[in-house]
């Protein structure tokens, strides 16, 4: 079975770091703060994914993938205060943030189409006499 959300790539890639952010924050000593931090905005990005998968309106879905966003931006904001204080290595901050990057992309993608599909009307014609101008009339000879 399962929920519309889990087919998305972004979710997938979304797991795996938190699944990262929350083994790297178990070795971590001290940094409470940081710490806090990274696991509360890692979750954050699955979270409103999902949520926001699931909410009817356009605008809502856009809303919650662009909070996502900004949760994954944040976490890339704390592996940098993380390296900084010498708790996270250059290395694998590049690594993680190669993913967040992943990540951000994909929500940006999606909040700027606002996750709609849409249908070629070509599909729906085939064999059916259309008139190609806009004009009113049929362009058939009224003999």
Request: glycine share 10%; proline share 2%; with cysteine.
């Amino acid at each position: 079975m399962g929920f519309g959300h889990e087919k998305l790539d972004v979710y997938r890639a979304a797991i795996e770091y938190v699944g990262w952010a929350y083994r790297f924050c178990e070795s971590l000593k001290g940094h409470r703060n940081a710490k806090d931090q990274l696991l509360r905005a890692s979750q954050a990005i699955p979270l409103n994914i999902a949520e926001g998968n699931g909410k009817a309106t356009e605008g809502d879905r856009r809303r919650y993938f662009e909070i996502a966003r900004g949760s994954a931006l944040e976490c890339g904001a704390v592996q940098d205060i993380l390296q900084t204080c010498g708790a996270l290595s250059a290395e694998e901050n590049d690594s993680r943030k190669a993913l967040l990057d992943r990540i951000v992309a994909m929500l940006t993608r999606l909040g700027q189409r606002g996750y709609t599909i849409n249908e070629h009307q070509k599909q729906y014609t085939v064999g059916i006499d259309t008139d190609p101008d806009t004009d009113p009339d049929t362009d058939k000879n009224r003999g």
